[in-house]
């Protein structure tokens, strides 16, 4: 299996200021052919399932605040925000679906400073 | 849009059968991949399996022994069974859906199910 790491484990944050989470793979999940990393992220919410937030490393899914940024290639990927809001307080998980099984980060849980 | 919404027992007893459904409404079966996703409280997530509409099926190869994964497309549902429960097994159960790419699983997920907690004491 892929193992999928996070850091940190957690972080906290003022308003406004900048958050940045950190994913690796065992791995490269970037394949040759379409040029694409096959990388989802999802933030959890307590008490609410994940919602997937980016895949394809960086593709913003619909309705996902601008603030919110994916990035990185290979092994080593970000989640970015940029200022971050009270409601953005959440666990948040990357995932690989390179291959099968599927397999996610640990999270890295966001909380207000 | 499509929802998802798990049903079934939240107590089950060890050594015994875990058996959950899914049901998805307002979108079509047709086309996509349907899995299964744990949660143990307080921790990560781990993916159980998928069943594709046709039928075909691709587990977990940590639970493969003990997982089936069934579909009935005239009701809109699909199911899990775990067999030869443990406290280990204790756990939230999302139900969600894949996509096909290039003619294979597309493993992102989305939409999800609002989760079932399924109890083994131990």
């Known amino acids: 299996d892929i193992v999928v790491t996070q850091s940190p484990d957690s972080l906290a944050v003022s308003l406004g200021e900048r958050a940045t989470i950190n994913c690796k793979s065992s791995?490269?999940?970037?394949?040759?052919?379409?040029?694409?990393?096959?990388l989802a992220w999802y933030q959890q919410k307590p008490g609410q399932p994940p919602k997937l937030l980016f895949y394809?490393?960086?593709t913003r899914e619909s309705g996902v605040p601008d603030r919110f940024s994916g990035s990185g290639s290979g092994t080593d990927f970000t989640l970015t925000i940029s200022s971050l809001q009270a409601d953005d307080v959440a666990v948040y998980y990357c995932?690989?679906?390179?291959?099968?099984?599927?397999?996610f980060g640990p999270g890295t849980k966001v909380d207000i400073k | 849009q499509v929802q998802l919404q798990e049903s079934g027992p939240g107590l089950v007893k060890p050594s015994e059968t875990l058996s959950l459904t899914c049901t998805v409404s307002?979108?079509?079966?047709?086309?996509?991949?349907w899995s299964w996703i744990r949660q143990p409280p307080g921790k990560g997530l781990e993916w159980i399996g998928y069943?594709?509409?046709?039928?075909?099926?691709n587990y977990n190869p940590s639970l493969k022994s003990r997982v089936t994964i069934s579909l009935d497309t005239s009701k809109k549902q699909f199911s899990l069974k775990l067999s030869s429960v443990t406290a280990a097994d204790t756990a939230i159960y999302y139900c969600?859906?894949?996509?096909?790419?290039?003619?294979?699983?597309?493993?992102?997920?989305?939409?999800w199910g609002q989760g079932t907690l399924v109890t083994v004491p131990s």
């Open positions: 969600t859906r894949s996509s096909r790419y290039n003619g294979d699983f597309l493993g992102w997920f989305d939409p």
């Open positions: 307002g979108g079509s079966i047709n086309s996509y991949y």
């Open positions: 069943i594709y509409y046709y039928g075909s099926t």
């Open positions: 791995q490269s999940v970037l394949y040759s052919s379409n040029n694409k990393n096959y």
């Open positions: 394809w490393a960086s």
């Open positions: 995932q690989q679906y390179y291959r099968t099984p599927p397999t």
